[in-house]
């Protein structure tokens, strides 16, 4: 299982959705992460500039949330990759 968080190098709520995030794991290696850095894609500024952090499970379904971490939204998502 693998999450996408848009994020940038500067931001406390980028830091803390991460720290929330990765609290969550209940097993090592449960899921990761890839920390996408928005400034270094213009067209990523362009669509994420003032909603990071943002929160993706699967890039083709709508974000998770964006700010802060809905664990709900987080818990449900998990459960879909329960066996």
């Known amino acids: 299982m693998r999450f996408t968080l848009y994020s940038r190098s500067y931001c406390h709520l980028c830091e803390d ?21 928005v400034d270094a894609d213009p067209a990523l500024v362009a669509r994420f500039d003032e909603l990071v952090p943002v929160l993706f499970g699967r890039l083709d379904q709508p974000e998770l949330c964006h700010y802060f971490l809905d664990k709900q939204a987080v818990a449900a998502y998990l459960a879909t990759a329960a066996p």
């Open 17 to 37: 959705m991460l720290t929330a995030l990765l609290a969550m794991q209940t097993a090592p290696g449960q899921f990761t992460v890839e920390v996408i850095d």
